[in-house]
């Protein structure tokens, strides 16, 4: 295959101050195109959001059924 080679020097873009890795990366190619690559993150599904937000409320928890905790 002949592929172009890629430039020097890729454009890194940071969405925010306090990005650590560039979230995307533009790079220029000896033909002169351009190709922007995202990071891409994994989140968490819907149903696991919904299930923390409820065991937070969990506060009050106790391991014990009442008739054997102490009062």
């Known amino acids: ?3 172009p080679k890629m430039l020097d020097k890729p454009a890194p873009m940071y969405e925010t101050a306090y ?4 979230d995307r990366v533009r790079i220029s190619f ?3 195109t351009t190709a922007v690559y995202e990071l891409r993150y994994d989140q968490p599904h819907p149903v696991i959001l919904e299930n923390v937000k409820i065991i937070r ?3 009050g928890y106790v391991n014990r059924p009442e008739r054997r905790r102490r009062k």
């Open 1 to 3: 295959m002949n592929r």
């Open 19 to 22: 990005s650590k890795y560039p």
């Open 30 to 32: 000896e033909d002169g």
């Open 57 to 59: 409320k969990w506060r």
